[in-house]
């Protein structure tokens, strides 16, 4: 099975970079782009984030069948833009621009145009970005990095943890689902949706079962190599800040400030191109 | 010297339990002991480890009463963290104790938690590594590891701390044999190069015999029941007293008829004078009947050229074949991840074979759904708590008669008798989660059997269990195999299982059929045992030494001489 938004290693300067570094990017470029409707931006950063998903040299197959998903949805959200306020646009920017009539108050309108196609490029600049960051970060690092950033290094073990043991309980769960189904337990189509419901049970609770045992040695384990004796710990994955890494920290700041300074410039967030 | 370890008039009583589990220890490991700590489940032999590494009473309180001292120090002053740095303890599940992403993180963690520079880390981390031998490993995730290869990772993680005392829970439990005595050997590297204590708790003597130990401690009934020497010990009848299992070879010289002496060094076969019981063993040999060969059935199980792969070109299965007849007990056997389970998985129809048939009675299983072949083929999990999903035992007994709209009249009459015959009918009311781990493997069997299955395959049926349950749960299933004819298919690395209660041994090693034979035979077949990672029966050694020609035949003698004993006994007691 292809492994679906999972850390891959190879060697490119993006896989060099300091988880802390990621993160940190992957933060302020995604509240930025929240932020800025401004079309320039924008567009500058979508560029940017092509290019430097290129960069990243990841593979269709890593992210192909999320991206599909997210795809249905930003469909989803521009249809759901236009049913619910096809007049936005002009509630924006101020003019109202026929191009042709639909049905009762739905007109199409170039400022709904202009206006949705932003949320689009808007899309488009963070999912390369939430990607990049998930697929070139190792997620022992990336717990390390949390911890930097100033978040309990609890809350990064438990991630980490959660990673280590999904192949673990995944097979479990492969192995409990094919001895339930050879007692005649149906968990195929074949099986009425209720019927499907109910057998989950004859699957879930052996796993929750076989998973406590686990969790029981786990813990142990855990405490008897003094896990949670400091308030601090260290961590072997986590990478030095390196040149790279403040260049590219300074970097994301200025653009920030400077994307925000654009945008909010003329005092709305929005770049009007129609007066 | 001052002791180490020393505990003197020590108990120990669970919070939620009546009884002590632990009563008037008094026990001194001396620095740079090795000690063995042998005894039944129940004995109390885990929560005597459990005082040493601070689980006890740091994560299981109760009541302490008497003085326990660690390297001069007492426990609840170091508390659980501070014993960590002294006592460094390896649990039996290789699985469940690896922590990390990759191997160097999870050697690491005790450093991580210690706040340690990273370039410490590396430096400690790399050293431990190449002790243990797992350099090559470092950026390895734990499921590309054998079970071996994690159990020395979990000796690194607790090395780079140290410790004065290594603790190994049953560290052979889930290995097979080959690589149970590479774990023995590293151990004793470690010691040799480190001089640290080691305490290791284990119900397999023989194999934890691999190499000298200093002293053996047998706990019985939260109790020290004996403080000694390997080999007094193995002269006296303590073991057998306590349902711990004699090396075999130790058995052996006994049923001959021989009183083995200390001085003759009975620790091991290799280095036993063995001149005072030859002439014994001989005429033991030649008095001793074999079993008589059970008689020709019917074919009921026939797998013909099979191979599968997951992945064109890698094959995981190639070329098996093999026949099984109506009631035989057969062991599938070869080390962990040799394709055993794949093998099984094959014949209970959870994946395709790339190529080949599997026959029931002479029928093609092909066409056949898993739920159709679950009718007739029953597989019994490793641990009963994969199975059990239903909280009362008549209920999760009834399920797959349930499932399959048998009229309720006929689930009653069926789930009772099967109750019956397991053993499980007084408790037919009673809720799964009261019942003992051993009751519940009942349950999960029963389960199964209700189904009137031709062919039982389970895997792993021992697995953690001491020789008292193993005993127990072996001699139902023969019953079973005996009073209603079932063939049973039993998938294991244990070699006293498959020599004592299975008639055939097919044996895979990297996906190949290497033997199909008496498990006597592959027992005593010096390359196959090699491949298969498993180990030479000690029996061979003994009959080789005692000039017997045929060493599988006196192995065959001994097994029906067991049995036959074994069967005298069950009738005295019934």
Redesign the interface.
């Known amino acids: 099975m292809a492994k679906i938004l999972s850390y891959e290693e190879k060697d490119t300067w993006i896989h060099r970079l300091s988880g802390v570094t990621k993160l940190i990017f992957f933060l302020l470029w995604c509240l930025t782009s929240m932020l800025t409707y401004d079309t320039r931006v924008l567009v500058v950063m979508l560029i940017f984030s092509l290019v430097v998903f290129k960069i990243s040299k990841t593979r269709w197959s890593q992210v192909g069948a999320v991206f599909k998903l997210v795809m249905v949805f930003l469909a989803f959200n521009v249809f759901a833009i236009y049913l619910f306020s096809p007049d936005q646009g002009t509630a924006i920017y101020g003019t109202r621009t026929v191009l042709f009539h639909i049905a009762g108050r739905y007109d199409v309108t170039l400022e709904q145009l202009f206006y949705e196609l932003n949320v689009v490029i808007k899309y488009f600049t963070i999912i390369p970005a939430v990607f990049m960051f998930l697929v070139t970060t190792n997620p022992s690092e990336f717990a390390a990095s949390m911890n930097k950033v100033g978040i309990s290094y609890n809350v990064g073990y438990a991630i980490s943890i959660a990673l280590r043991y999904i192949p673990d309980v995944q097979s479990e769960f492969t192995k409990i689902k094919h001895a339930q189904e050879a007692r005649g337990i149906e968990m195929s189509g074949k099986a009425s949706f209720i019927n499907r419901i109910k057998n989950t049970a004859a699957i879930i609770f052996p796993l929750i079962f076989s998973s406590m045992d686990r969790i029981d040695v786990v813990s142990n384990a855990m405490e008897l190599r003094g896990y949670g004796k400091h308030k601090k710990r260290t961590w072997y994955m986590e990478k030095k800040l390196l040149r790279n890494d403040y260049l590219t920290i300074g970097f994301t700041m200025l653009f920030t400030a400077a994307a925000l300074l654009i945008t909010f410039a003329d005092g709305s967030r929005f770049y009007n191109p129609f007066v | 010297m001052e002791p180490i370890i020393e505990f003197k008039d020590f108990s120990f009583k669970y919070r939620a339990q009546k009884e002590p589990t632990l009563r008037n220890i008094n026990l001194s490991i001396m620095s740079g002991e090795k000690v063995l700590i042998v005894g039944p489940s129940g004995s109390g032999k885990s929560t005597l480890a459990h005082c040493i590494?601070?689980?006890v009473p740091?994560?299981w309180s109760g009541e302490i009463t008497g003085s326990l001292r660690i390297a001069g120090k007492n426990p609840a002053d170091l508390g659980?963290?501070g014993l960590?740095?002294i006592v460094g303890?390896v649990?039996q599940?290789t699985?469940?104790?690896?922590?990390?992403?990759?191997v160097?993180?999870d050697i690491?963690?005790?450093?991580?938690?210690?706040?340690?520079?990273?370039e410490e880390?590396?430096r400690k981390?790399n050293e431990v590594a190449e002790m243990v031998d797992v350099k090559g490993l470092l950026d390895h995730a734990?499921?590309e590891l054998s079970g071996g290869q994690k159990q020395r990772v979990s000796m690194a993680?607790?090395m780079v701390d140290d410790v004065k005392i290594l603790l190994f829970d049953e560290p052979l439990a889930n290995l097979d044999p080959a690589t149970g005595k590479r774990a023995i050997a590293m151990i004793d590297q470690i010691r040799e190069k480190r001089n640290t204590t080691i305490v290791i708790i284990e119900h397999r003597l023989e194999d934890a015999l691999y190499r000298d130990v200093d002293r053996i401690i047998v706990v019985g009934d939260g109790r020290i029941v004996t403080d000694t020497t390997p080999d007094e010990l193995l002269c006296g009848d303590i073991l057998n007293r306590q349902g711990i299992r004699e090396p075999l070879y130790v058995t052996a010289i006994k049923h001959a008829g021989g009183k083995i002496s200390p001085k003759d060094k009975p620790q091991h076969i290799e280095s036993m004078h063995l001149e005072p019981y030859a002439q014994k063993v001989r005429e033991w040999f030649d008095r001793t009947e074999a079993k008589k060969p059970k008689a020709d059935t019917p074919s009921v199980l026939k797998v013909e050229d099979l191979y599968f792969s997951y992945v064109e070109g890698r094959p995981i299965l190639q070329h098996i074949h093999f026949d099984i007849h109506k009631g035989e007990m057969v062991s599938i056997v070869g080390k962990n991840g040799a394709g055993k389970s794949t093998l099984s998985?094959l014949i209970?129809?959870?994946y395709e074979p790339t190529r080949g048939r599997i026959l029931l009675n002479g029928q093609d299983m092909a066409p056949l759904s898993?739920?159709e072949?679950?009718?007739k083929?029953?597989?019994v999990?490793q641990?009963p708590?994969?199975?059990?999903?239903k909280p009362m035992i008549f209920e999760e007994v009834a399920?797959?008669l349930q499932?399959?709209g048998v009229s309720q009249e006929e689930i009653g009459e069926r789930v009772n008798e099967t109750l019956k015959i397991c053993g499980l009918y007084p408790f037919r009311n009673w809720p799964v989660s009261a019942l003992s781990f051993g009751q519940k493997k009942r349950v999960s069997i029963a389960?199964?059997l209700v189904?009137k299955p031709e062919v039982l395959i389970l895997d792993e049926p021992t697995a953690g269990q001491d020789y008292r349950h193993y005993t127990e749960i072996m001699e139902f299933l023969k019953e079973i195999n005996e009073n209603s004819g079932i063939t049973i298919i039993m998938i294991t690395h244990d070699m006293h299982l498959m020599l004592e209660y299975t008639d055939r041994a097919i044996v895979i090693a990297d996906g190949h059929l290497i033997a199909d034979d008496t498990p006597a035979k592959v027992l005593t077949n010096e390359t196959i045992a090699d491949k298969a990672y498993l180990k030479k029966t000690s029996l061979y050694d003994l009959a080789l030494d005692c000039q017997i020609e045929d060493p599988s035949e006196f192995v065959e003698r001994f097994i029906a001489y067991e049995r036959e004993k074994r069967g005298k006994e069950d009738q005295g007691n019934g």
């Open positions: 590494n601070g689980l740091f994560s659980l963290f960590s740095k303890t649990l599940d699985d469940g104790q690896f922590i990390g992403l990759t160097a993180e690491a963690f005790a450093l991580e938690n210690d706040m340690t520079p990273q880390m590396f981390v734990p499921r993680g607790v998985n209970c129809g959870f898993i739920k072949r679950g009718e083929i029953g597989l999990m641990s708590n994969q199975m059990i999903s399920l797959g499932v399959r389960s199964i189904m």
